[in-house]
């Protein structure tokens, strides 16, 4: 049981450039979110998917897109990354039951020079 | 918008001693917190949390305190030990979301 997995961990763009965060999770969870951090300040919703086929906008979407491929597999997308968008961007998922507790994967660190 | 914040930073103590980290937050329509911690390189991973309709709340070594009248709880570690060694946010949810706060960095000292 994996919990929550994100690739790549690490990655450095050039403005401009565009990439796309992978994520998965193997718990059946229902909800899945994708957050930045930056430094002094909490996490910050970005996107999240209350369920499969559904996505809805967080606090800064702006300069992303998100694809809830299957039940499984939650992406965030840069198509023009930007220097404001270097952060480190955590995955996290749900069940939708009775604790509102998230699992949250290892992190991707991205750079945008 | 809805806020989250935490009174300090940065929180240091000796090894051993109880740890006391607080949270503000703004939304009075908040019903469930959560507090979380954060090891270097690593996602947050869950410690405790708290429904509105209760004031206090104990786990393993920790405790959390509610104070709905002035929109504050607080994270209590007890014999606070090296592992403990991490960053803690709290956590207040707005419908089905939450509001992160900034993190206290908690260091023990030997």
């Known amino acids: 049981n994996a919990g929550v997995t994100q690739t790549p961990k690490f990655q450095v763009l050039k403005t401009g450039q565009s990439m796309t965060l992978q994520c998965a999770q193997d718990m059946n969870h229902n909800s899945m979110y994708w957050y930045r951090q930056d430094p002094g300040m909490g996490l910050r919703l970005i996107y999240y998917s209350a369920s499969e086929g559904t996505t809805d906008k967080g606090e800064v979407p702006n300069g992303y897109n998100v694809s809830r491929l299957n039940k499984r597999e939650f992406s965030l997308r840069l198509e023009s990354a930007a220097p404001s968008q270097t952060s480190v961007y955590f995955c996290?998922?749900?069940?939708?039951?009775?604790?509102?507790?998230?699992?949250f994967g290892p992190g991707t660190r991205l750079t945008v020079t | 918008g809805e806020s989250v914040g935490l009174h300090l930073p940065t929180l240091s103590v000796q090894e051993g001693d109880n740890s006391i980290i607080n949270c503000a937050y703004s939304n009075s329509a908040s019903d469930y917190f959560i507090w979380y911690k954060q090891e270097s390189g690593k996602g947050p991973q869950f410690i405790i949390d708290?429904?509105?309709?209760?004031d206090k709340r104990q786990g393993q070594r920790v405790t959390v305190l509610l104070n709905k009248t002035v929109k504050h709880l607080s994270l209590q570690i007890a014999a606070t030990q090296p592992g403990d060694s991490a960053v803690y946010f709290c956590?207040?949810?707005?419908?089905?979301?939450?509001?992160f706060g900034p993190g206290t960095r908690l260091s023990v000292l030997p």
């Open positions: 996290a998922s749900r069940s939708t039951g009775g604790s509102y507790e998230q699992y």
């Open positions: 956590a207040a949810n707005y419908g089905q979301n939450f509001v």
């Open positions: 708290i429904r509105s309709n209760m």
